[in-house]
């Protein structure tokens, strides 16, 4: 009886640092995301977005991934397009082919979780998440009914795998906000995550975009004292920062983060 005690007890944990072995990811790669998240940070401080994409490309030529997993290879992929998106869907005549980026990309990604159920880190989750968001933003009403409940979905398989994740939890964040309140939209639960984000950020960049979205989300609410108070910690974490200053500008004139993204889609007409 002792022995077999012993057996299942050896192959439970065998099966569980197996399992959480399979969705990590390598020293590498986690080195070339967290260096890429403050390439992000660092992006901010370009006034023109033609300069932020010519870094992003400049950053990109001399930073090969070559020798790293398929996996790592979706995840760095999925994070340079969606960059080059933030700083081009604005441009005209970009529309078609950022959505053919976006959605190819997001197919990859859903082929690899497919054929690789135990294996696929939360990092891939939330990726293909953030660019199934970022196609729906070229047809709101269609694409939330489309993907919504997937974006949803994947930010908790994320969350799932690594409950600390700051990026995927200020993701997580805006989309509580976002969604209506009958499909599980919540403020209340946006500033949880929000929250959330700022206590396990891991590095400076994370700390940046952290605080930046609860600041946010506190002048969302009214509470413009909390809100002063985290963009000033973004602000310190990265004082040259543009996008800081656009927010203050935002936040002067009575708008949050998102309600100004509100009224300029409205607009544009860009909103279904």
């Known amino acids: 009886m002792k022995t077999k ?3 299942l007890i050896a192959l439970f944990s065998f099966l569980f640092i197996n399992i959480h072995a399979q969705t990590t990811i390598s020293a590498n790669g986690q080195k070339y995301i967290d260096n890429f998240m403050k390439l992000r940070m660092e992006l901010t401080a370009n006034k023109e977005k033609k300069d932020a994409v010519k870094a992003l490309n400049s950053y990109k030529a001399a930073n090969p991934y070559a020798n790293y997993t398929n996996q790592e290879k979706l995840i760095i992929d999925s994070f340079y397009i969606l960059e080059k998106y933030n700083y081009t869907w604005e441009e ?11 959605i190819s990309q997001a197919d990859k990604n859903e082929a690899f979780i497919k054929n690789n159920k135990n294996n696929t ?3 891939v989750y939330v990726l293909t998440a953030d660019l199934y968001s970022c196609y729906m933003s070229y047809s ?3 694409g939330a009914m489309k ?3 997937t974006v949803k979905n994947y930010y908790q398989e994320c969350l799932k795998i690594d409950p600390k994740n700051s990026y995927c939890l200020t993701h997580m964040g805006q989309w509580y906000y976002w969604a209506p309140g009958i499909n599980g939209g919540s403020n209340k639960k946006a500033l949880q995550s929000f929250k959330d984000a700022v206590t396990y950020a891991r590095n400076d960049a ?3 975009y952290a605080n930046m979205f609860l600041s946010q989300m506190y002048f969302e609410l009214k509470d413009k004292s909390s809100a002063k108070t985290y963009l000033s910690k973004a602000e310190a ?3 040259s920062s543009e996008t800081v200053k656009e927010l203050k500008k935002y936040n002067v004139q009575g708008y949050s983060l998102f309600t ?3 009224k300029k889609a409205e607009d544009e007409k860009r909103v279904d």
């Open 147 to 149: 993907y919504g409940m």
């Open 121 to 123: 880190s939360g990092w």
């Open 206 to 208: 994370e700390r940046f």
């Open 260 to 262: 100004y993204s509100k």
């Open 5 to 7: 005690k012993t057996l």
């Open 92 to 102: 005209k005549g970009t529309e078609a082919a950022l959505k053919k980026e976006l």
């Open 237 to 239: 974490i990265y004082p």
């Open 140 to 142: 709101p009403m269609s």
